[in-house]
Structures are given as structure tokens and as C-alpha cells.
């Protein structure tokens, strides 16, 4: 099962090649990930999206909690977060093809932020399953170029880390 | 009061209560060696391997429950103290280790010497820092220290470059240091410990199942105290070895792939597993499909990650092991009845018990011609001061030294049980030594790994350490050649040293006394002169060739089905 983790982290070299090579060193999956510093500038939050069964999920969370450098670990479900991502596409766009992206573009909410003769780049945040959405639309058109940033995820109300 | 880096560390390293290290200098260390002959409190010891150097440290460790510290200089001297840290990070052994590093303006730079040994070592230290200001030393090495001793213990490495050994900084010494992201849980739970305590109170068939956790946390008194409060077998695991007395009658004896027929049974067919300060590992547990199948389990171990990592667990209590066994004694203490009760409830079991040591003790066939490997062990128990140390490397002769020589004290046995060290037992002895020059301090080897670290008789001889090294020498790689053996239709890749060598005369070349025995009736003999001799010493026994260490769970296989006779 697909669970998203953040980790709260010192904001030092090195951390991020500790919480990477736990997940390489023990054979666990990184299915995308992102770090950035958080409010307090001596602290980072690594966004993981991992998946495992609950004993594997358990052992994830306990061994990141061992690490040193790790303040926090949350594990959040549906329920209790929201999450994002951010992806930014180029998408073939000559012709016909060119009115069918800006409506879809206008569907999901999503923004051109460059504009060619033979191409469009879209910005598009959302949910992973809506960036999945407006994928599978744009594929047909002619995808060019895909980047993704991995989610990142926020505990709702009071759930959560301060900071 | 300004001074160098270097001498930063080493005042720092004073008052961290370090009296002794063992180092090897090299480019990037000199300046830290130049300050050493000045700090007159450390005693260096220089061993001729920085992997000898290492695996002292871990022995000085575990023979004194001490954080053992170790230096290296950049490149080669970091990377050959990998090993050992390996070592002791499995077998979670407290230890710093100090590497020199190229000046700070050179990192990255391929210099020469250089390579990033923080990275290289990340996955088998339990932390690790790079110094890069004087003026941070004293907190960097206070908190080394602090998170190589807690919870539970592992290395930690400093890496110290040689612009910042020269640099002037004033010395500060840290009243406390604070890590946010480190905060052992030391405390069991009492409500958990309740709840343990009614468990224990229902079994009839209970075992507890000890690790080297107890030994770590100097808990052996407690744990002793509860087993026979509550008259409950015990079966350590190799690392466990010590933190029961193993001449008490509630001893099993080890358990697992060599462990004792007895302790194995009593595991299969326990109702509750009492694990402290064990982790399951796969030499102790075989077939985990199959393993213990009616019993319950209690956890107690200071790791949270040990706990659910290999079996399901039913109670885990996180907690400092002896922290958790003394509020499980006073728990016991206002129920008496209770005690009592179980006592007798558990009157079949000790009898089951009772069969299986009679059945299938720990035993082997002695010969007149030919010198059993088990006999040397027993005799070198029977000759041995009761609080000597005894280090071992790794094979056949680790397994029947775990299984003839009686272990009944703490911190008697180094061995090196998780990494599987092969060259591990003479510098492990050496460390102890340095550590108590005046107990007995013996090192049982094969013939394979003590040419691994054969180096540091070298050593042994210089700083006057009087190690009795035993070799026992069947020319085989034995434990390797017994699976050839068993599992690979006596096909003997490899495993045979085809040279024999004399290792009385190796012994003579660097200083140090030799003997041998070719005949069972020499044995005793050599082993009386060899520890008379005020001295290091190599005794070299010409072992039977083909001795297999039994009985034997094969890998794969449930702990009941074990090989006794093969």
C-alpha cells in the first residue's frame, strides 16, 4: 500500500544521504520525494511516498526515527492530510490540438507558462491523482516533457508538526 | 584558553574519561600525534593494522562496558577501520573512531589520502561527524560520546581535518549537550510491565531468551535475579553468553544453529518467549514459518526497530533492559503467591526440560591419538582463572568455545556474534588486555582467522600484553569446509590451507612464547605453561581435521530439526 511520510529533519549536509540510503541500504521503495527547508531555517521536511505492508511501514518509520538527525516522523493517510504536487508538462500543441490543451488546461485549473508555435508548458497542481488525470488526458496530444516535483503533504487542523 | 584543534580533541577526549586509544598516525593525524606526547593522562597503543586498532577498541569496549576510541589517519587509515566498525555497529558496541581528513579546502578534491569516509561508513555507524570549526570539538565530541554509549550502543565517527587540528579555538567544555532529534527511550513502561508480569504468571512452559542487550546495559544481576525468582529456564544467544550463569540448573545453554538440543526443544515448544535485549536474529530463530509456535511473546529492548523486525511480537516493552527487569522484580515482589503458584505449575516443564539435557547434552567423542577440539576448550575452562576473558574469532572453534567453555560471568566472552569477523579475536583480546593488564585474557582461534590479524603479535609483544592465544589447527577453513561437508557433497573448494605452518616458531619470530601439542596428552601441559608464561603466547594444537561443530540446525530448517549425530 502507498503511504506518504514526512519527516522532520535537520536542516544539515548529509541528512538527506542518511534518510536515502536507510530506504537503499534495507531494500525499502522511494516512490518520489522532496525536501526543502521548513519556517524554522535550521530544520528540513522530507516528503517520502513509499509503499509496504504495515510491518514494513512500521520498520520505515521506526528505523527514520533512529536516524540522529530525524526530529518527527508522520505518517499520513487520506484522512488525515492533504497533499500536493506540482508537475510541469510540455505538450505538442499545432493545429487543432491546440484549443483541445487549453481546454483541458481550463478543466483542471492548471496555467500555460510558456508558449511556442509547436508547443505549450502547463503548470498543474493538484493531488498526485489529478496530475495522473490530466496526464492521461495530455498524453494523446503528444507529451514532450514531464517533470514532477512529488508530493508533498500537510496534516490537517491540528494534526501535523508546528514549524 | 586558545589552543590547537588537536589538542582541543585531546583535552576533550580527558574529560570524556578516555585513558586509552589505539591509533595509528599518518599524514593528516600528525598534528594530533604531535599534541598526544604532550597529553601524558592517554596511553596510545599502536597496533600494526588500523583494523587491529579498531577491533581493540571494541574489545577494551566490551570487556569494560567503556566507549573504546580508536584514530586513523585520511584514505587507507579510515577504510581499514571499516571492518571493525562493522563489527562493532552489529554487535552494538560503543565506540568513537577518530579519522584524520585532508584540509577542508581539499575535500572533494581527489587529494591525496582522501576519500569521504563519512559516506563510506554512514550505513554501519550509528552516527557521524565532520568537525569543521576548532571551536566546535568539545560539543561534537561530547555528543559522539553521548550517542555511541546510549540507548542502544553503536560507533561513532569523527572526522577531523588537518586545517582544523591546526587552528586556534578556546576550549570549552559543555556542561550537557542537548541533540533534538535524540532522545532514547530509557523508561519501560510500567502499565506494560504489568501486563507482562500476568502474562508470565499464566504460562506453564516459559523461556527466556536472552541477548547481548543484557550484557550491554549491565543487567546480567537483574536478569539472573528474575530467572531464579521466578525459576525460569534461560537460553542466551552468543552474544548472551555471560548474562547467566550457565552452571545454574535453570541454564539452557545457547540456543540456535549450534545452540543445545535442550534450549532449541524448550523454545519449540514453549507457551511464552520472555525475549531482553535479543533481536531474533536468523541464527538463533531458523525457519521463522516454524519458530516457537505455541508461545507467546514479551519483547524487551531498548531498540524500538528490534522489536516486530523478524517475528510477530505480542507485549513489547522499549526500555532500557535493566531498567524494564527491575521493575519486573518489584512488580514480583508483592506477589508472592502468585510466585509460588507458578512454581509448581511449572513442575512437568522443568522435567520435560530435564529430558532434553539428558537425551542430547552438548557433547563430542574424545580420542587418545588424535586432539578433539571440545577437549581443548574444556581444559583451557578447567585450567582459566573463573573471571578470565575469553575472545574468540569467528568458526568452528567461536561455536564450541560458545558451547564447552562454561560462561558464567558478564562480559567474559568478546566474540564477534552479527558481522562474523573472521581476524577479530587477537586484536579483541588485545584491547582487554590493555584494559585489565592483570586478568587472564585468552584468545581462541583457527587457523584461518588468526592469520587475518597475526600483525598485532607485534603489538601484544611491544606493550607487554600477555594474551594466550590459542590456535587450534585442523589446516581447514573448518566451518566453511563443514558445510562442503553437509550441503556440498565434501566438494572442498578452497578450503584447505595446504601450507601447515608452524605457528610456535611465528610466535618466536616477533617476541612472543610458542608451544604446540600434536598428542591429547600434551594438552594440558601446554596449556599450564602457556598461561604460567608472564607473556604473550601462542599454543598451536593439531586438532582432528574433519570435527564438526554439532548438533546443528541447517540453514533453512526449524530449530527442531536439528543434525545431532552427522
Known amino acids: ?163 | 584558553m586558545k589552543m590547537n584543534g588537536a589538542r582541543i580533541l585531546l583535552e576533550s577526549l580527558k574529560r570524556e574519561g578516555v585513558d586509552l586509544v589505539f591509533g595509528y598516525p599518518g599524514g593528516t593525524v600528525i598534528n594530533l600525534y604531535d599534541e598526544l606526547m604532550n597529553v601524558r593522562e592517554i596511553r596510545h597503543i599502536l597496533p600494526r593494522h588500523e583494523q587491529g586498532g579498531t577491533h581493540a577498541a571494541d574489545g577494551y569496549a566490551r570487556a569494560t562496558g567503556k566507549v573504546g576510541v580508536a584514530i586513523a589517519t585520511s584514505g587507507p587509515g579510515a577504510t581499514n577501520t571499516i571492518t571493525g566498525i562493522a563489527n562493532a555497529y552489529m554487535d552494538s558496541i560503543p565506540m568513537v573512531i577518530i579519522t584524520g581528513q585532508v584540509p577542508t579546502p581539499l575535500i572533494g578534491n581527489d587529494a591525496f589520502q582522501e576519500v569521504d569516509i563519512i559516506g563510506i561508513t554512514r550505513p554501519i555507524t550509528k552516527h557521524s561527524f565532520l568537525i569543521r570549526h576548532a571551536k566546535d570539538i568539545p560539543t561534537i565530541v561530547r555528543k559522539a560520546f553521548y550517542i555511541a554509549r546510549s540507548g542502544r550502543p553503536g560507533p561513532v565517527l569523527i572526522d577531523f581535518p588537518k586545517d582544523v587540528q591546526i587552528s586556534q579555538a578556546e576550549f570549552k567544555w559543555p556542561e550537557s549537550v542537548e541533540i533534538r532529534g535524540y532522545k532514547p527511550n530509557l523508561e519501560g513502561h510500567q502499565k506494560q510491565v504489568e501486563k507482562a508480569v500476568d502474562m508470565l504468571f499464566v504460562a506453564r512452559r516459559p523461556v527466556m531468551y536472552v541477548g547481548g542487550g543484557v550484557i550491554l546495559a549491565n543487567a546480567a544481576a537483574e536478569l539472573t535475579e528474575l530467572a531464579r525468582t521466578l525459576q525460569f529456564p534461560v537460553t542466551t544467544t552468543l552474544m548472551g553468553l555471560g548474562a547467566f550463569p550457565e552452571n545454574d540448573p535453570l541454564a539452557l545453554k545457547m540456543l540456535g544453529m549450534h545452540g543445545a538440543y535442550a534450549a532449541n526443544m524448550a523454545m519449540t515448544h514453549s507457551d511464552l518467549i520472555l525475549a531482553v535485549g535479543a533481536r531474533f536474529d536468523d541464527r538463533v530463530t531458523g525457519k521463522i514459518a516454524t519458530f516457537a509456535p505455541h508461545a507467546k511473546i514479551i519483547h524487551i529492548d531498548v531498540d524500538p526497530t528490534s522489536i516486530r523486525k523478524n517475528v510477530r511480537v505480542d507485549l513489547p516493552i522499549v526500555g532500557d533492559t535493566r531498567d524494564v527487569l527491575v521493575k519486573m522484580i518489584d512488580c514480583l515482589k508483592g506477589q508472592t503467591e502468585k510466585v509460588t503458584a507458578q512454581h509448581s505449575a511449572m513442575e512437568a516443564w522443568h522435567e520435560d526440560i530435564s529430558g532434553w539435557k539428558a537425551k542430547h547434552p552438548i557433547s563430542y567423542k574424545q580420542s587418545t591419538s588424535v586432539i578433539k577440539p571440545q577437549y581443548v576448550i574444556q581444559k583451557l575452562r578447567e585450567l582459566s582463572e573463573d573471571d578470565a576473558i575469553m575472545a574468540t574469532d569467528v568458526g568452528q572453534h567461536q561455536m564450541w568455545t560458545a558451547q564447552f567453555f562454561e560462561f558464567n560471568q558478564p562480559r567474559t566472552l568478546l566474540t564477534s556474534g552479527g558481522l562474523g569477523t573472521m581476524g577479530f579475536g587477537l586484536p579483541a583480546a588485545m584491547g582487554a588486555q590493555a584494559a585489565y593488564p592483570k586478568r587472564q585474557v585468552i584468545c581462541v582461534c583457527g587457523d584461518g582467522g588468526v592469520q587475518m590479524n597475526m600483525q598485532e603479535l607485534a603489538t601484544l609483544v611491544q606493550h607487554r600484553l600477555p594474551v594466550k592465544i590459542v590456535v587450534l589447527n585442523n589446516n581447514f577453513l573448518g566451518m566453511v569446509r563443514q558445510w562442503q561437508e553437509l550441503f556440498f557433497d565434501k566438494r572442498y573448494s578452497q578450503t584447505c590451507l595446504e601450507l601447515p605452518m608452524d605457528f610456535a616458531k611465528i610466535a618466536e619470530a616477533y617476541g612472543a612464547k610458542g608451544l604446540k601439542a600434536d598428542k591429547p596428552s600434551e594438552v594440558e601441559q601446554v596449556i599450564k605453561d602457556g598461561f604460567a608464561h608472564d607473556g604473550p603466547v601462542i599454543m598451536e594444537f593439531k586438532i582432528a581435521r574433519e570435527e564438526k561443530v554439532l548438533p546443528m540446525v541447517p540453514a533453512g530448517a526449524s530449530l527442531n530439526e536439528m543434525v545431532l549425530n552427522a
Open chain 1, 1 to 163: 500500500m502507498q503511504h506518504t511520510i514526512s519527516v522532520v529533519v535537520e536542516n544539515e549536509f548529509g541528512v538527506l544521504a542518511r534518510v536515502a540510503g536507510l530506504f537503499s541500504g534495507r531494500g525499502f521503495n522511494i516512490d518520489s520525494l522532496s525536501v526543502a527547508p521548513t519556517s524554522d531555517e535550521s530544520l528540513s521536511r522530507i516528503t517520502i511516498v513509499t509503499r509496504g505492508d504495515d510491518a514494513v511501514l512500521e520498520q520505515i518509520t521506526k528505523q527514520l526515527n533512529k536516524l540522529v538527525d530525524v526530529i518527527k516522523v508522520l505518517d499520513f493517510s487520506e484522512d488525515n492530510a492533504i497533499e500536493r504536487e506540482l508537475a510541469l508538462i510540455k505538450v505538442a500543441a499545432e493545429d487543432e490540438s491546440r484549443a483541445e490543451v487549453l481546454r483541458i488546461v481550463d478543466i483542471f485549473r492548471a496555467k500555460i507558462i510558456d508558449v511556442t508555435p509547436k508547443s505549450y508548458t502547463i503548470e498543474a497542481t493538484g493531488a498526485p491523482a489529478k496530475i495522473n488525470a490530466i496526464l492521461d488526458l495530455l498524453r494523446p496530444l503528444g507529451l514532450k516533457e514531464l517533470v514532477r516535483t512529488g508530493s508533498v503533504a500537510i496534516g490537517r487542523g491540528a494534526k501535523g508538526w508546528k514549524g
